[in-house]
């Protein structure tokens, strides 16, 4: 176990060296695995992660993310390097919904303004309008003029959450994350019923039965929030488990409970997220590889978008909405 400990501070002593060698920062998202957290500059979910990697006067970006994350981080820093410990790191959002498909339903919607959540591949983005986080999402959707009509995607949970509770009819890409619907309503209702002081917390890339159980409903950080700020000593979460680290952090007297998913099986982890590694991310900024590269003309269409979310977030007068879908080849 002496060995075991000794090899892993030793690895994280390269890491920070390197960091300081490479004048690099960490990015990490909330559902990696805590070790990787904790060596971390930023810790957050996408939009913090993108806010600071925009802000960061580092030449050099490393990503503890998935692909989607380091291409929105290139796009807003083109100058910077990205660097992604695993290029395989993908998301199940960004498989279903193909660029090829992506486009040919926004031209059956020419008149729409196309809302397409950040985790969605680069070429996705350089044909939409605007992007969103699930931290975000209300505020770019009460942007839009309610004359408009809105497309939504790739994650149809999330936008059939934002329509219910902003009243906004919204066309929805059919698009789910493979952890968040695995979570059993059956299951989850048996547990609040072992536990009934517990409020549930759940993301909204849920599916809407375990939403309509849940006494929270927000992003990866906002629940975090709520477990920071409400003084439960018991909560049952429905998300990825990364994101207990920095609860259990936040409050060690709490329980927490995760959401059960239907089988036996423990797969209410996101498998990309966790292909990251010390071991890689020691590798990445050593070598200065795997770089993440995207044609200047593909920056240039999906960096619209991205911009777009990052002044509506801020209050700022974003680019006009255009009055007609009109792609752009890249």
């Known amino acids: 176990m002496t060995a075991l400990k000794s090899s892993k501070e030793q690895l994280i002593q390269e890491i920070r060296d390197l960091k300081a060698q490479r004048q690099a920062l960490i990015l990490a998202h909330y559902y990696e695995e805590g ?70 339903w926004r031209q059956k919607h020419p008149e729409a303004l196309a809302v397409t959540y950040v985790n969605s591949s680069a070429l996705v983005k350089s044909i939409t309008d605007v992007t969103c986080t699930s931290s975000n999402a209300e505020k770019i959707i009460q942007s839009i003029p ?60 849920c599916d809407e039965v375990i939403l309509e159980s849940a006494d929270v409903v927000g992003s990866t950080s906002r629940l975090l929030k709520e477990v920071k700020e409400n003084p439960a000593r018991t909560f049952i979460v429905a998300t990825e488990s990364g994101i207990f680290h920095q609860m259990q952090k936040a409050r060690p007297e709490a329980q927490l409970i995760q959401a059960p998913a239907e089988g036996s099986c423990a797969c209410n982890e996101c498998p990309y997220m966790k292909m990251n590694s010390l071991e890689k991310i020691r590798n990445a900024l050593r070598d200065l590889q795997p770089q993440v590269e995207l044609p200047p003309e593909l920056i240039a269409q999906a960096q619209l978008p991205l911009q777009r979310m990052m002044d509506i977030t801020a209050g700022r007068s974003p680019e006009p909405w255009p009055t007609q879908f009109s792609p752009v080849s890249v």
């Open 146 to 205: 309610p004359e408009r009509k809105i497309l939504f995607g790739p994650d149809r949970n999330l936008g059939r959450y934002l329509a219910k509770k902003l009243g906004r009819e919204m066309e929805l890409w059919p698009g789910a994350c493979e952890v968040h619907v695995l979570f059993s309503a059956r299951k989850l209702f048996e547990l609040k019923t072992q536990h009934p002081e517990a409020p549930v917390l759940a993301h909204p890339e």
């Open 35 to 104: 070790d990787i957290q904790d060596i971390a500059d930023v810790v957050g979910d996408s939009l913090y992660m993108a806010q600071e990697g925009q802000r960061a006067k580092e030449p050099v970006l490393l990503v503890a993310g998935v692909v989607f994350m380091a291409e929105s981080a290139k796009i807003l820093s083109p100058e910077k390097t990205v660097l992604l410990p695993d290029p395989q790191a993908g998301c199940s959002l960004v498989d279903h919904s193909p660029y090829d498909k992506y486009l040919a």
